[in-house]
């Protein structure tokens, strides 16, 4: 009977079109790879790979194999590892990269009682605005949105990512609300610089009856992160178009206010990523099943949307 390391390796390696990759996502060395799948091979008395210097192809056998084993050997494992993450406590590094105002805003208060919790995970959790390699850079998660689904990552998702627009009470006493998107192009419009392409982010924004407008302004003022966004707009300084969980909170207390109510972007989901093997470590299944709940019971992803009735 062939073993699950042999059959995870060759699945792998399937998927990735190449040991080291497989390898990497794996945590083994490339040579421990090929000796798996080379075992498989002799077991199986067929050859599973194509092999050349340039590129690595399944044979006929080998994508026959792959058809047939690849649903079944990930429920073996889910069941697998449900029996071993329940048996052991969960400990260890928690390594987690999470934006700075989610993280700041929203976890950090989950903190106390997650900890309580686990009192054995050492979490060691990164603010940053960027989408990092989760699987290369050795992190258990990542909370944010837009990160491209690189192989061997799954996202969870937590919440819409809407993004609206915001300015003072003091800002907007001075003039006139805006009450079309088109509107913006007369005001001060506080702005931010993509971190992928370097541009000014601009936004198309929507109503509840579907219409779409393309955002129209220039930037009086060009910040590089959320957090310096929303101070800027409780300065008065201009309008901000900032995702709901960036300004809930001075929402609620009033000291900013909702510009163009009946009007939003949609910027995808905040979502949860972590590798899709199904043996996670049980203090990253504890992590993903504490915020998702955490979630679903604070009622977020309803808060976070843009018209709450519609979470």
Not at 48 to 67: D, Y
Not at 131 to 138: F, K, M, R, S
């Amino acid at each position: 009977m062939e073993t699950l390391s042999n059959l995870e390796c060759f699945i792998r390696t399937a998927d990735a079109g190449s040991f080291s990759e497989a390898a990497r996502q794996l945590g083994l060395t490339p040579a421990a790879v090929s000796r798996n799948v080379a075992m498989l091979e002799k077991n199986l008395g067929a050859r599973l790979f194509h092999r050349s210097t340039r590129r690595l192809a399944l044979t006929e056998a080998g994508e026959e194999l792959r058809q047939g084993i690849a649903g079944s050997l990930e429920e073996l494992q889910s069941a697998l590892a449900a029996v071993s993450t329940e048996r052991l406590e969960p400990s260890g590094v928690l390594r987690v990269s999470m934006s700075p105002s989610i993280g700041m805003g929203w976890l950090m208060p989950m903190l106390p009682d997650f900890l309580a919790r686990f009192p054995r995970i050492r979490p060691e959790w990164h603010f940053e605005n960027r989408q990092v390699d989760l699987v290369g850079e050795g992190y258990d998660a990542a909370i944010g949105g837009g990160f491209e689904l690189r192989q061997g990552v799954v996202a969870r998702r937590l919440a819409p990512a809407h993004v609206i627009a915001v300015a003072s009470p003091i800002y907007l006493q001075a003039r006139a609300q805006p009450a079309h998107p088109s509107d913006l192009r007369t005001v001060d419009w506080i702005a931010s610089r993509s971190l992928q392409n370097g541009r000014i982010r601009t936004w198309v924004l929507r109503n509840g009856a579907g219409e779409e407008v393309a955002m129209e302004a220039s930037p009086s003022l060009v910040l590089s992160d959320p957090a310096a966004m929303r101070e800027a707009a409780l300065l008065g300084l201009g309008i901000a178009m900032l995702a709901v969980p960036d300004v809930l909170p001075q929402l609620e207390q009033g000291t900013l206010v909702r510009v163009l109510p009946g009007w939003h972007a949609d910027a995808g989901a905040i979502s949860l990523y972590y590798a899709s093997r199904a043996l996670l470590p049980a203090k990253t299944r504890a992590f993903i099943d504490f915020v998702t709940q955490a979630f679903e019971r604070d009622r977020l992803a309803e808060r976070f949307a843009a018209f709450p009735s519609h979470a």
